[in-house]
């Protein structure tokens, strides 16, 4: 059974360019959570999606925003990118709810972002 | 507002030591989540466990164990015989149940060291 894809692995961009990042569950999964790690900041819950529907949404700038497919499939987006966006941004999926219910979540391997 | 805090930065052992990292929480919640989490070199994050407030019991899973004390408010975890491949950063992390959104926080993270 393939893991939790992410891609693209890397990206760089710069400051006020936009981003999409996109996330792949395991099949089967239809929830899928976003998270931000930085440095400064650590780990971070961005947001997540059941059902193509938001569920749960972190203390995130409205900048930050996602959606999920049909599929389950589910991207992030970042609109005018700032410095401090540089971080490894993780994904997780698990069959029905992220951290409310009794079951795992499998992370994928995460998109490093730098913004220059 | 819910806090993790994980006071160990970095531990240091030698291989076939016991080494606890400690994880203290703060919430005002009666009903609320606790996890540990690895992260490996590589950057995937690996779900170990899942608590919550209702079960303090100890769990054992091969080497490993976690202590949930609601006491003290601490979800220590221990790991028994370490081994190279336990080098990792270990996060602990909270998710209150209030309003149905169970957003988690992380704790900063413990870097744990272990040499041949």
């Known amino acids: 059974k393939a893991g939790v894809t992410q891609t693209p692995r890397y990206l760089i961009k710069t400051r006020g360019q936009q981003v999409t990042l996109s996330c792949s569950p395991i099949s089967g999964h239809r929830s899928v959570s976003w998270y931000q790690q930085t440095p400064g900041q650590g780990l971070q819950f961005l947001f997540e999606y059941f059902s193509e529907t938001q569920r749960n949404k972190g203390n995130f700038p409205g900048r930050f925003s996602g959606r999920q497919f049909s599929n389950s499939r589910s991207e992030m987006n970042v609109s005018t990118l700032e410095l401090g966006d540089s971080a490894l941004y993780l994904c997780?999926?698990?069959?029905?709810?992220?951290?409310?219910?009794?079951?795992?979540?499998?992370f994928g391997p995460g998109t490093r972002l730098l913004v220059l | 507002a819910q806090k993790v805090t994980q006071a160990q930065t970095e531990i240091s052992v030698v291989e076939k030591e016991d080494v606890t990292l400690d994880c203290v929480y703060e919430?005002?919640?009666?009903?609320?989540?606790l996890f540990w989490y690895k992260q490996p070199p590589s950057g995937e994050l690996v779900f170990l466990i899942r608590?919550?407030?209702?079960?303090?019991q100890n769990e054992i899973s091969g080497r490993y164990s976690w202590n949930f004390q609601k006491s003290t408010s601490s979800f220590n975890f221990t790991i028994t015989a370490s081994q190279v491949v336990d080098s990792a950063v270990y996060f602990c992390?909270?998710?209150?149940?209030?309003?149905?959104?169970?957003?988690?926080?992380f704790g900063r993270g413990t870097s744990l060291i272990v040499h041949p």
């Open positions: 919430t005002r919640d009666t009903t609320y989540y």
């Open positions: 608590r919550n407030s209702f079960d303090e």
């Open positions: 992390a909270l998710s209150e149940a209030s309003g149905g959104s169970y957003i988690p926080t």
């Open positions: 997780a999926s698990s069959l029905v709810g992220g951290t409310a219910y009794q079951e795992t979540q499998y």
